[in-house]
């Protein structure tokens, strides 16, 4: 039987939160700059969006946990 903790799936779920972030502002950054050749910042224009809706999935996953745990202490 597998048992999970959800506690620690809560405090994973905010550290891919707080490096999704990281690396958007990053990207964003880079992007931003101007300096890359156009081919590169469409790739990084690519990676950019897989990081945002990355990032969008594990805010709504995180919104569950959250209301999980509150019903947990509720009832």
Known sequence: ???INPAEEMAK???????CKESISVLSNAIACGFL???HSLIIQEWLKEYKDRYEYLDHIMEGQINEQWKRKNS
């Open 37 to 39: 050749y156009d081919k």
């Open 13 to 19: 779920t905010k550290e891919e939160l707080a490096d």
């Open 1 to 3: 039987m597998i048992t």
